[in-house]
T-cell receptor
Framework: DAGITQSPRHKVTETGTPVTLRCHQT?????MYWYRQDPGHGLRLIHY???????DKGEVSDGYSVSRSKTEDFLLTLESATSSQTSVYFC???????????FGPGTRLLVL | DAKTTQPPSMDCAEGRAANLPCNHS???????VYWYRQIHSQGPQYIIH???NNETNEMASLIITEDRKSSTLILPHATLRDTAVYYC????????FGTGTRLQVTL
């Protein structure tokens, strides 16, 4: 499972507050991803990274920024959280013996 | 937007084979077919993938048609624990998920 952990696992915050979610992997994988999942929408890609300091936008990147200063950590930041960003956020990394995407356990974010 | 088409839901009796279809109408030559599943609110779990040939592992079998425009995931003896949402995806390194097929395994 590429040793992927996410923190925090649950967070409640207020509109307008900055929020940072952390994804950590232990397998030195080059590619990492952030998705959000909402009812009726499946998983939608927010941002991804193809190396340290190399990131690109996904299909729903507005309102989010990312940073990757180390191979093992990929941070997702909501600069000013809005209620529409209430969601479950999944991190993933590409690699492993099967050369595929492996997912973390998810972070449930509630923006009041 | 998702590139694949799946039925929204399917039922299967426990112990029987579950055959989940997927259409890959826009798949390109270097893109793989991947299958994942998601149980409750857990992170998606990798099941199997292939390029052209049929594949089998301890979880499932994958059948890919010769033109690669469709695939079928086969769970040979479904159990209640296989109740989940199943996603088929075609791509490589950046995977786009659709809404999947909700498989309900019943007694």
């Amino acid at each position: 499972d590429a040793g992927i952990t996410q923190s925090p696992r649950h967070k409640v915050t207020e509109t307008g507050t900055p929020v940072t979610l952390r994804c950590h992997q232990t397998e030195n994988h080059r590619y990492m991803y952030w998705y959000r999942q909402d009812p009726g929408h499946g998983l939608r890609l927010i941002h991804y990274s193809y190396g340290v300091k190399d990131t690109d936008k996904g299909e729903v990147s507005d309102g989010y920024s990312v940073s990757r200063s180390k191979t093992e950590d990929f941070l997702l930041t909501l600069e000013s959280a809005t209620s529409s960003q209430t969601s479950v956020y999944f991190c993933a990394a590409w690699g492993g013996t099967q050369e595929t995407q492996y997912f973390g356990p998810g972070t449930r974010l509630l923006v009041l | 937007d998702a590139k694949t088409t799946q039925p929204p839901s399917m039922d299967c009796a426990e112990g029987r084979a579950a055959n989940l279809p997927c259409n890959h109408s826009t798949i390109s030559g270097n893109e793989y077919v991947y299958w994942y599943r998601q149980i409750h609110s857990q992170g998606p779990q990798y099941i199997i993938h292939g390029l052209k040939n049929n594949e089998t592992n301890e979880m499932a079998s994958l059948i890919i048609t010769e033109d690669r425009k469709s695939s079928t995931l086969i769970l040979p003896h479904a159990t209640l624990r296989d109740t989940a949402v199943y996603y088929c995806i075609d791509g490589y390194e950046k995977l786009t998920f659709g809404t999947g097929t909700r498989l309900q395994v019943t007694l």
